[in-house]
C-alpha cells in the first residue's frame, strides 16, 4: 500500500507521489513506478524504479531522481484519451453510431418505484 494524489476526472486522471513525481503502474511488473515522458509527449513511461510513498514518513519519498516533476502529456494527448474513453463508456465505436453491447440497456420502468437513501455524516 503506497500514498499518492491523483488529477483529474473519471476520463482521465494522473497519479502523483507524496514527493510529486508522476507515477504509472507498470505493466510487465504491475509496481506503481515513477513515470517518464515519452518523446512525443504523448505517454506516461515507466522508469522501473518502485514508489514506495507512506503519508507521514518523508523518508519513503525520493528527491534525487533524474526525472522531472508534474510531468503530463500534451493537452492534445490528453483530449484525445478523454475522448476515447467517454466514446468508450458511451458505446460509441466511430462517431455518431452507437454499439448496443458495450452500453447499459435502456429498460423503461413503470409502475412505483421505491428508493431508499441512507445519510451518513461522519465527525471527521
Known amino acids: 500500500m503506497v500514498d499518492v494524489k491523483l488529477f483529474g476526472s ?18 510487465e511488473s504491475g509496481w506503481i513506478c515513477y513515470a517518464n515522458l515519452s518523446g512525443d509527449q504523448k505517454n506516461l513511461l515507466s522508469s522501473g524504479i518502485v ?6 514518513n518523508s523518508s519513503t519519498w525520493r528527491n534525487d531522481l533524474n526525472i522531472p516533476l508534474h510531468l503530463q502529456i500534451s493537452l492534445e494527448a490528453r483530449k484525445n484519451i478523454i475522448q476515447q474513453n467517454k466514446n468508450n463508456l458511451e458505446g460509441v465505436t466511430t462517431p455518431g453510431q452507437v454499439t448496443s453491447t458495450l452500453v447499459t440497456p435502456i429498460n423503461p420502468v413503470s409502475g412505483t418505484i421505491t428508493g431508499l437513501c441512507i445519510i451518513v455524516d461522519f465527525s471527521d
Open 10 to 27: 473519471e476520463y482521465y486522471m494522473r497519479a502523483e507521489g507524496l514527493d510529486s513525481y508522476t507515477l504509472i503502474r507498470d505493466k
Open 51 to 56: 514508489y514506495h510513498g507512506i503519508a507521514g
